[in-house]
Nanobody
């Protein structure tokens, strides 16, 4: 079993920055892809960005150029640097990790609120 602990969410004004962190613990052997998803009120959960064990990344078009995902394999951690935040970025952000054999684990979610 993998446990995910998220931190870094909060309130910020438009144009500001936040850095989300997610640390995995427990049975961390075999973790491949790590990522961040978000869900705004009334909307479906969507992929924000993910990164594989070799450091290859993918970012949603809506956040390209503003957000950057990274990971520290030694610490079993994944990060999301969020710059130039917009009100439409307001959502609950969820950390996600996948094992090589397909097992999925989710964090509890952390609220990000961007005021105009």
């Amino acid at each position: 079993q993998v446990q995910l602990v998220e931190s870094g969410g909060g309130l910020v004004q438009a144009g500001g920055s936040l850095r989300l962190s997610c640390a995995a613990s427990g049975s961390t052997f075999g973790i491949s892809v790590m990522g961040w998803y978000r869900q705004a009120p009334g909307k479906q959960r969507e992929l924000v960005a993910h990164i594989n064990s070799g450091g290859m990344t993918n970012h949603a078009d809506s956040v390209k150029g503003r957000f950057a995902i990274s990971r520290d394999n030694a610490k079993n951690a994944v990060y999301l640097q969020m710059n130039s935040l917009k009100p439409e970025d307001t959502a609950v952000y969820y950390c996600n990790v996948k094992r090589y054999w397909g097992t999925d684990f989710w964090g509890q979610g952390t609220q990000v609120t961007v005021s105009s």
